[in-house]
């Protein structure tokens, strides 16, 4: 039952902004790294961005930089991804997830994630 549930997605045109919500529910965000992840169709998973549990350390993939920006509330249990000057290429599922653990790999330390919600739609065309 435990689970991110996300929200705000919707259509745009492009230079337009949006503001996606993602919420746990069933359990606290406080204690770990929240990312948020994209997906449109025929295309692979792509990460977007991810903040760290104290909220000082975030991370954007570089189609996204200066135009988008993560922030945390734990007090509210909820994480926001703020989406400005939209273009057609984010046209994508949103949807995120949180990193539960780390395990050793060839890559170095790779994030285990769980809580994987639904995603929102987030559609920018003219």
């Known amino acids: 039952q435990s689970q991110f549930v996300e929200s705000g997605g919707g259509s745009v045109q492009p230079g337009g902004s949006l503001r996606l919500s993602c919420a746990a529910s069933?359990?606290?965000?406080?204690?770990?790294?929240i990312d948020w992840f994209r997906q449109a169709p025929g295309k692979e998973r792509e990460q977007v961005s991810s903040?760290?549990?104290?909220?000082?350390?975030?991370n954007y993939a570089d189609s996204v930089k200066g135009r988008f920006t993560i922030s945390r509330d734990d007090a509210k249990n909820t994480v926001y991804l703020q989406m400005n000057n939209l273009e057609p290429e984010d046209t994508a599922l949103y949807y995120c997830?949180?990193?539960?653990?780390?395990?050793?790999?060839?890559?170095?330390?790779?994030?285990?994630?769980?809580?994987w919600g639904q995603g929102t739609q987030v559609t920018v065309s003219s």
């Open positions: 903040i760290d549990s104290s909220g000082s350390i975030t």
């Open positions: 997830a949180a990193v539960v653990s780390f395990k050793a790999s060839s890559l170095g330390l790779r994030p285990e994630y769980d809580y």
């Open positions: 069933g359990f606290s965000t406080r204690d770990w790294r």
